[in-house]
């Protein structure tokens, strides 16, 4: 069984456009993540959720807005798509309270190429 | 500066040797320390937490040396599969466990 997925895994658009990916955990976890990894390989963090309640909002361009319908899912709608955001989008869930502090698990990542 | 930094490698390892690498991390009030492996186009996924007093996990040792601010891993008897990048992570225990990420070390070993 799939612990955190993704869809779709494969995102290819125009500039411009709207699109969204969604994520979902059955791990029981009460935090999740959106980490974007660019061209160079770096992780970085863009928003966590816990319980639904936004906790990080890094500085992240405001057409990128999450939104968690519930602890189990948290997706990411992306409006008037560029370039520059192509990379792959990583969810990731975690207990917050449980040991090791800070362990995550990720999804598989999407891929997504803006032409 | 970047909060943690790694050498990127790759460093190239014969099968069955040992290899050790080092991240640094900034943050003086860091509180815990892990090591992910990612494999070519897959997700990070945990490789080992990394506590102060070292631990090791197999092959794999991890160690912590908090007054000069390094994190370190070996693995012995590089098997193929290990071939990864191998990436540093940083918790600042700040609200919603955020992690700071490396670049990455990669590690091809050949037979």
């Known amino acids: 069984d799939t612990a955190v997925s993704q869809t779709p895994k494969y995102l290819v658009t125009q500039m411009g456009n709207d699109k969204s990916i969604k994520c979902e955990q059955n791990l029981g976890h009460d935090t999740m993540y959106w980490y974007k990894q660019d061209s160079k390989k770096f992780l970085k963090i863009m928003f966590s959720?816990?319980?639904?309640?936004?906790?990080i909002n890094e500085t992240v361009p405001n057409r990128f807005s999450p939104k968690s319908p519930d602890k189990a899912h948290l997706n990411l709608h992306i409006n008037s798509l560029e370039l520059g955001d192509s990379a792959v989008y990583f969810c990731?869930?975690?207990?917050?309270?449980?040991?090791?502090?800070?362990?995550?698990?990720f999804g598989p990542g999407t891929r997504l190429l803006v032409l | 500066r970047k909060e943690v930094e790694q050498d990127p490698g790759p460093f190239n390892v014969p099968e069955g040797a040992t290899v050790a690498f080092n991240c640094t991390y900034s943050n003086s009030a860091s509180q815990s320390f892990f090591w992910y492996r990612q494999d070519c186009r897959k997700e990070p996924k945990l490789l080992m937490s990394?506590?102060?007093s070292g631990n090791e996990d197999g092959r794999f040792t991890a160690q912590l040396n908090r007054a000069s601010q390094y994190i370190s891993l070996l693995i012995r008897d590089s098997k193929l599969s290990d071939s990864a990048t191998y990436l540093c992570v940083v918790n600042r225990g700040a609200a919603g466990n955020k992690l700071t990420f490396g670049g990455g070390t990669r590690v091809l070993v050949k037979p």
């Open positions: 990731a869930s975690s207990q917050v309270t449980g040991p090791p502090r800070g362990t995550q698990y």
């Open positions: 959720y816990n319980n639904k309640e936004l906790i």
């Open positions: 990394v506590y102060s």
